[in-house]
């Protein structure tokens, strides 16, 4: 993007749009990723996809809820550090606060039955972004026999293997066959690097300091903000990681809350727009519902600043540090074999979704719609949303 399209941007034009990335984001990191192309690059062009593609690579090796990292990474690209914060309270603070309130009326709703049918095909559409996203990314990607090898071994071992470290392995053989297939070698040129290293300081400083003052200290809120801050630099691989620690330590240790609250709670918020370490906000309100009305609502923020805070710190940290060293004659060399492994991860994706979810005619019929309106480019993504929270509410 050039400085004077950036220049030509106003700050409230970009958190609308990221704003309407968070009411649309139903699905979970993945489907996300779907409207961040539809939104950010098909729609308003603030980056490219393989820059998306770059940012959805590099925040899926590094600690912290990763769809939450690359828009807060669009957010820095776009305006810098003080847009990448805005960007994430636009993002995550309408489920928060949701959530936390939820914690307050949790116990009537479950009392009355609460069905969460009306986003039964919140899962197909989500589908549909995803697909249509890796669809252009793969155009992007796939460009000589080399790329097509990439992506097919990517796709194939991401699949194979569902774990952690297979993602930054791939993205390495990737980046190295990608390198060692150039006719004219890359030259090693020096890069010079200034890494704003405030940020990974004070990652480390709060990572010690709130440990050893819940260590040390009975106060509910700093107990809460250490252990979420803990799970938010535990989560590399997505939250199939990190959900078993938070459960077996609130529920069965601590006893915060109840094993059907954590469920249903987990399963309702799997329904809701936005990140779903939104989820944090709703366990931290819990766990101090017998505090009193303000240390519960205080419980709910607390434990979703500390989810959150980890990662944005490490993005902070990472990403002038990426754009820097991107200027390497080899880093660029390799970027051609780093997409196309990355776009391998996203077709994974895609298969994995289509085989979690049972799906009927009618979802199979949701998925092609939401795909057609999307590629058409002429229905908004919260339109969308919204005609399939009314499907499920009519069906």
């Known amino acids: 993007m050039s400085e004077f399209k950036l220049n030509q941007i106003s700050t409230s034009t970009f958190l609308k749009d990221v704003l309407i990335c968070s009411l649309g984001a139903f699905g979970g990191p993945e489907a996300h ?29 590094l600690p912290g809820p990763s769809s939450t990292q690359t828009i807060i990474a669009i957010g820095h690209k776009v305006g810098g550090p003080r847009l990448g914060l805005l960007t994430l309270l636009v993002w995550a603070l309408p489920i928060v606060l949701f959530m936390t309130l939820l914690s307050f009326a949790f116990d009537f709703l479950v009392s009355n039955n609460l069905s969460l049918d009306i986003v039964r095909y919140i899962g197909p559409m989500a589908i549909g972004f995803i697909l249509l996203a890796t669809f252009r ?19 194939l071992f991401s699949y194979l293997l569902r774990v952690a470290w297979i993602y930054p392995v791939l993205l390495l053989i990737g980046g190295l066959v990608s390198v060692l297939s150039q006719k004219q070698k890359a030259v090693a040129n020096k890069v010079k690097l200034n890494p704003p290293w405030k940020y990974l300081i004070l990652f480390i400083i709060i990572a010690i300091g709130s440990f050893w003052l819940a260590l040390f200290t009975s106060n509910p809120i700093l107990i809460i903000f250490e252990k979420f801050y803990r799970y938010g630099y535990l989560v590399i691989g997505g939250g199939q990681v990190v959900i078993p620690l938070m459960y077996s330590e609130l529920v069965d240790g601590f006893k915060y809350l109840s094993s059907q609250e954590f469920l249903v709670g987990y399963g309702f ?12 906000a709703f366990v931290g309100g819990l766990a101090l519902r ?47 074999g780093v997409l196309a492994v ?16 049972d799906l009927d005619l009618m979802s199979i019929l949701v998925i092609t719609g939401t795909t057609l309106l999307l590629w058409s480019n002429k229905v908004p993504a919260p339109l969308i949303v919204f005609g399939v929270i009314l499907l499920g509410l009519i069906i």
């Open 290 to 336: 017998d505090s009193g009305n303000i240390l519960q609502f205080l419980g709910g923020i607390i434990a979703a600043v500390g989810i959150f805070l980890p990662g944005t710190l490490l993005i902070y940290f990472v990403i002038p540090v990426w754009e820097q060293f991107k200027k390497s004659e080899i880093i660029k060399s390799s970027l051609k």
């Open 137 to 155: 990314i793969s155009k992007k990607v796939i460009k000589d026999n080399l790329t097509v090898f990439l992506f097919l071994f990517s796709a």
């Open 269 to 280: 918020v799997q329904g809701m727009p936005g990140p779903m370490f939104s989820f944090s």
């Open 342 to 357: 990355a776009g391998g991860f996203m077709f994974t994706i895609v298969v994995v979704l289509i085989i979690r979810n």
């Open 33 to 61: 990723y779907g409207i961040f192309m539809q939104q950010m690059v098909v729609k308003k062009n603030y980056l490219s996809e393989e820059e998306l593609l770059e940012l959805i690579a590099l925040t899926g090796v």
